[in-house]
């Protein structure tokens, strides 16, 4: 055929170097890494399996064999979708052989998975797939356009059946990409639903930045380096126009547009903006998830949404609801500030189902809080 | 607020380093690339604004400053989206300050756009935009589900109005996210649309591969290394079950289904596929575009999609079409075979459109060709 004379030197130098394999998952779960680089003098990997020291990631060595190539080979390691970075000559940067790649904030990991247990969640299984979009809305109380991800069951297109909604937030620093790209939605619920464990249901992915139209990259401002924090994200504002986007969704998608039909959750700042919405709306949702929930029992930031906390806190609690959820690692540098709130909670007779995992603020335990979490909905 | 707690050292190391902007665009349409690496002996950067030397991508120095800071600054570019990477101590990897990255096949490259003419088309504008909707179907000819990539026009949720579809097809390599991130169709069609250029229409970016069932890394086979060339990408499969895209589409979208309201285009193989479903279905699109298209004027493999060429080519041409447009770069190393083909287009009388752009077989051509062909179509 004709593109078979596509010269190889063509292929290799735009298609990427020598067919070094990296990373290679071995059949005992070791994982060997390995990079050409014979003119660097030092390179290392970084990975989110290894032990870190405060919020510095571990890194560990690599070794360069007469071949110009450095490899790495893990201990064994569990069944979990991981990150890491190569760093050479003190540059922390992707491994050139795997292109696959997440953003966070502001850096970019490659991730591989182990699969087995949990992990097996996070794969795309030969079973039936829901649809992702991206797709924009009006939002009438940010006098703007914005842009969601929400995702569809599969068959939602082929049926006439109206489906309950969880609205899933993200926290500081993530947007609309967040949560199906490092929280692995669409996977854990094409996978639930398949399994019949989770009813099937429409996941709305805002983006829970009011100053931001859309993710970095995804609005007419362009390319420019993500930052952290951005105004507005926990001001109110954010809670206060939330309703635009429940209109949106029940006037333009089947959903069941009543109490027993919406949930809400979301992870940290998520967690924060779930606890308020679900308080502020104090009959709206019968399914409330925080997950590491970055509670701020005293706010500086005025704002109608934060006032009378706890007599709307009571309020919803009066009206009742069918599962009130909060998760949180042990190590989480939030964890006194949620057992405060518990014991709120206790205190005023609330009832709530709370579940500590191991582990701090980090993607792997809000993907199993999710995992976790769906399952109980709609029931 | 509580978030704020956060240490710095906490922030830098999970979302970043320091506050290097890379790239950064000047007033004057140079650019800056930064990138802190004060124990590497060389960095060069290589971008696709540089002179090739044949196949090999050109590079420059960057050079150090007393900081450990490497910078290079671009002369003036022209309007355009560009991609490169940073080759640190002989290693080509990605810009650790710049956080958009596209695949092409099995490479990586960052991207940033310089505005103004052409590539304001490639920019997210403060128009209205269309929805980008990722979604399984099912193809019977392969006895499998597969992915597509499927763009709806602005207003198609909220219309009773039956849409065109113009069918848009990848190079080989490719798959179903090469036209949405390296193509940029949504920014395209939405910016087109709004100016009035071109009709609403759906665009729906299939899989041409059918030995996927969809891009690496969203497919049960999981992650893995891409790879140029894969079996039945021009053996007949594709082009003989592609009436399975079109059922699915047509069953599942509010669309004109029939022959004034079908397109179909594609990119080098994408193009050859093109100019074969468009014969072997020979009074199915008024519309056809073959952009850069990799012609096999003599096909080794034997296939009853590529028997009778002729006379099914001039079956199309009596049942008659709207537009048949052909597009090449003056050095694209397919134009001999391109020029062979048109030489039998006149001698048959087949009437086409010729589009001669400057440049050879690269993205920046078939964006261009995309932002001429959809303002033609649906007229």
């Known amino acids: 055929m004709l593109l078979m004379s596509f010269p190889s030197i063509a292929q290799q130098a735009l298609w990427g170097g020598p067919n070094i394999v990296s990373p290679e998952i071995n059949k005992d779960h070791t ?41 790495y080979t893990t201990d064994v390691l569990s069944p979990e979708l991981y990150s890491y970075n190569i760093i050479i000559d003190g540059v922390k940067t992707t491994d050139p052989n795997n292109v696959y790649l997440i953003r966070d904030v502001a850096s970019v990991f490659n991730i591989f998975l182990i699969d087995g247990g949990q992990a097996d969640l996070y794969k795309i299984n030969d079973v039936p797939h829901g649809t992702v979009a991206r797709r924009w809305y009006n939002s009438p109380g940010n006098n703007t356009t914005r842009r969601m991800t929400i995702y569809t069951p599969p068959g939602y297109e082929n049926s006439k059946e109206k489906f309950p909604v969880l609205y899933l937030l993200h926290g500081m620093g993530g947007d609309e990409e967040a949560w199906i790209a490092l929280g692995r939605t669409a996977q854990i619920m094409d996978n639930l639903i398949a399994q019949g464990k989770a009813k099937p249901m429409i996941v709305v992915m805002p983006n829970g930045n009011v100053a931001q139209q859309a993710a970095p990259g995804e609005s007419p401002k362009g390319f420019y380096k993500p930052t952290m924090q951005l105004p507005h994200t926990m001001d109110g504002q954010y809670e206060a126009t939330f309703k635009d986007i429940i209109n949106f969704v029940e006037k333009n998608y089947r959903v069941k547009a009543d109490k027993a039909g919406r949930a809400i959750a979301g992870l940290s700042m998520g967690g924060f903006h779930s606890l308020h919405i679900s308080r502020y709306y104090p009959n709206t949702f019968d399914y409330v998830g925080l997950f590491s929930p970055a509670i701020m029992p005293d706010p500086k930031v005025k704002s109608e949404v934060y006032d009378n906390f706890d007599a709307t806190l009571k309020k919803q609690m009066e009206n009742g609801y069918k599962l009130y959820w909060i998760g949180i690692g042990k190590e989480d540098f939030l964890y006194k500030y949620v057992k405060e709130y518990r014991e709120k909670l206790d205190a005023m007779g609330m009832p709530y189902v709370y579940r500590e995992s191991d582990g701090g603020h980090i993607w792997k335990n809000w993907r199993i809080y999710l995992s976790e979490f769906t399952p109980k909905l709609f029931n």
């Open 31 to 71: 994982v060997t890494f390995r990079i050409q680089a014979p003119d660097a003098k030092d390179v290392k990997i970084s990975g989110d399996w290894m032990p870190r020291q405060g919020w510095i990631p571990g890194s560990a060595d690599m070794t360069k064999d007469t071949a110009g190539i450095w490899t």
